[in-house]
């Protein structure tokens, strides 16, 4: 994620700035990738926070981000209204990603995702909800906005990493495979190095369950859980993509350097792939190691196969492709 400036005082501002240290009203401008002191304000902006101005080329009072999100969660229980800001606030990151690759702009002549965000407390009892994507709607579970509760799944489910923001990105994956699958050549591609994913899901999701991950699932796979499904390993690796190129632009937005082998001035103009990830992993392992020198998690805790490698290449190849062809 780039930094910013307040164009009243030009101090930096960060993305989920409000407001500048000078006191001026910031607003982030998805259409500029740009924070603005003058701006129609998201409806949602006293609510949860939302600092992104209105979508007013669309005639709504809410964001972009906002207006994607069909249904919220039941703020009638208070403690929903933090999860639902929270996720949101992860929403609108991801989406600003993307929106460097053309994509959900006013210029992608694509459909754009719809989003539940929805809380398993609600005043008539508490409901399973689970996540997903089905026919571009996006399930989102706000609860793991509760550091506690992601933390205590995480532990249960034996993953590696799992953030709020790699929801959104895994599960807009999915979506994203929706709209590049209607493009030529895409679907053999796919095949040839993620595997067949007309196999059935279920059966699928049913044995990885119950048998857990091949052996060998780290030769082939980016998570035990890419090996499950074809489309869970597309959507798990078009995530790390997602990952590796955030983590190099907020280095390089941050001025880290390692070495001018490494050095990606704008990731997401990048069009060598394989460098781009290279870098990445390079980068991830580096800051792997500052975090260790305080006792702190590995940032990006994955060591990348050569099987993998080429998945990671194919992924952001398509994802920062020509989006007048990703209809």
């Known amino acids: 994620m780039r930094l910013y400036q307040c164009d009243q005082c030009r101090n930096t ?13 910031l607003a982030y401008d998805p259409d500029a990738n740009a924070m603005r002191t003058q701006f129609h304000a998201c409806k949602n902006r006293a609510a949860i926070g939302c600092n992104w101005k209105s979508d007013s080329n669309a005639g709504v009072d809410l964001c972009r ?22 996720a949101e606030a992860a929403k609108r990151w991801v989406l600003a990603n993307l929106s460097r690759w053309g994509w959900f702009t006013d210029a992608d002549p694509g459909e754009r995702p719809r989003f539940h965000l929805l809380s398993e407390h609600t005043v008539i009892g508490d409901k399973e909800i689970i996540m997903g994507h089905d026919e571009g709607l996006i399930t989102i579970n706000v609860e793991e906005s509760d550091p506690v509760t992601r933390l205590e799944r995480q532990t249960d489910m034996s993953e590696r990493l799992r953030t709020m923001i790699a929801h959104f990105r895994h599960e807009i994956a999915h ?56 489309h869970e390993d597309w959507a798990e690796t078009t995530a790390h993509v997602m990952h590796l190129t955030d983590l190099l632009d907020s280095a390089a937005a941050a001025g880290l350097s390692l070495t001018k082998d490494v050095a990606v001035p704008d990731p997401y103009a990048a069009r060598d792939s394989r460098a781009l990830i290279q870098a990445g992993a390079e980068y991830g392992m580096a800051l792997n190691h500052v975090n260790r020198s305080i ?29 007048s062809r990703a209809r």
């Open 13 to 25: 501002a960060f993305f989920h700035n409000l407001a500048c240290v000078c006191g001026t009203p």
């Open 65 to 86: 981000s906002c207006a994607m999100t069909e249904i919220i969660p039941d703020i009638y229980l208070t403690d929903n209204i933090a999860l639902w800001s929270k």
């Open 175 to 230: 979506f994203l495979f929706v709209r590049l699958s209607r493009t030529e050549g895409f679907v053999p591609q796919f095949r040839a190095l993620f595997g067949d994913e007309t196999a059935d899901y279920g059966d699928a999701l049913k044995t990885h369950y119950d048998n857990g991950p091949p052996t060998d699932w780290a030769h082939r796979h980016i998570t035990k859980y890419a090996s499950s499904h074809p």
């Open 295 to 323: 006792g702190l998690a590995d940032i990006y805790p994955f060591v990348i196969s050569n099987n993998v490698r080429e998945k990671l290449i194919a992924s952001h190849q398509h994802i920062s492709r020509d989006l």
